[in-house]
Antibody
Framework: EVQLLESGGALVQPGGSLRLSCAAS????????MSWVRQAPGKGLEWVSI????????YYADSVKGRFTISRDNSKNTLYLQMETLRVEDTAVYYC??????????????WGQGTLVTVSS | DVQMTQSPSSLSASVGDRVTITCRAS??????LAWYQQKPGKVPKLLIY???TLQSGVPSRFSGSGSGTDFTLTISSLQPEDVATYYC?????????FGPGTKVDIK
């Protein structure tokens, strides 16, 4: 059974930093791209970032480019999102999602339960 | 960037009704479109990928169609457990934009 468990969400001040983690199990982690998708309170889904199975390829939404860094440790079956210079508008539930596809064409077949990041003074 | 729109933004229908949701891309995305269901307070769930392929375990009352810029998600007979917000997502390139969502409830 595929399981994705996010952690690391917290209340942080504007300009602060935070690192999210997503522990994966139930599938061969290194064989799949992984992604972060966020959802602001009462709003829709917004794709944030994706990383290839090897970790060699990464992509970011324009809204987070230069501030967020996605990475993975395939020896620990764990996905990360390092978030810097956080803004109030980054407040959201952050989901990690397993990606299916290739050649930078992916959809998301399993999602974690999410972790809440609140950016507020 | 390709923009995704959905219509309607919300709808109310009776149990047993046929429900159709439309998703439109601002540019041709071939069939690189997925649909997700998010029930209130729950995690998004993949329903359909490649515009019309049903994800394993998804009830057959759900179907998808379309190609290029215009896509539809159809629920052939609405059930109470289908109350949710439905999102389309394009994935023809590495900017995985979601549509704004369509909220479906029971009349």
């Amino acid at each position: 059974e595929v399981q994705l468990l996010e952690s690391g969400g917290a209340l942080v001040q504007p300009g602060g930093s935070l690192r999210l983690s997503c522990a994966a199990s139930g599938f061969t982690f290194s064989s799949y791209a992984m992604s972060w998708v966020r959802q602001a309170p009462g709003k829709g889904l917004e794709w944030v970032s994706i990383i290839s199975g090897s970790g060699g390829g990464t992509y970011y939404a324009d809204s987070v480019k230069g501030r967020f860094t996605i990475s993975r440790d395939n020896s620990k079956n764990t996905l990360y999102l390092q978030m810097e210079t956080l803004r109030v508008e980054d407040t959201a539930v952050y989901y990690c999602a397993k990606a299916v596809g290739n050649s930078a064409r992916y959809y998301f077949d399993y999602w974690g339960q999410g972790t809440l990041v609140t950016v507020s003074s | 960037d390709v923009q995704m729109t959905q219509s309607p933004s919300s709808l109310s229908a009776s149990v047993g009704d046929r429900v159709t949701i439309t998703c439109r891309a601002s540019q041709d995305i071939s069939n690189y479109l997925a649909w997700y269901q998010q029930k209130p307070g729950k995690v998004p769930k993949l329903l359909i990928y490649a515009a019309s392929t049903l994800q394993s375990g998804v009830p057959s009352r759900f179907s998808g169609s379309g190609s290029g810029t215009d896509f539809t998600l159809t629920i052939s007979s609405l059930q109470p457990e289908d109350v949710a917000t439905y999102y389309c997502q394009k994935y023809n390139s590495a900017l995985f934009t979601f549509g704004p969502g369509t909220k479906v409830d029971i009349k």
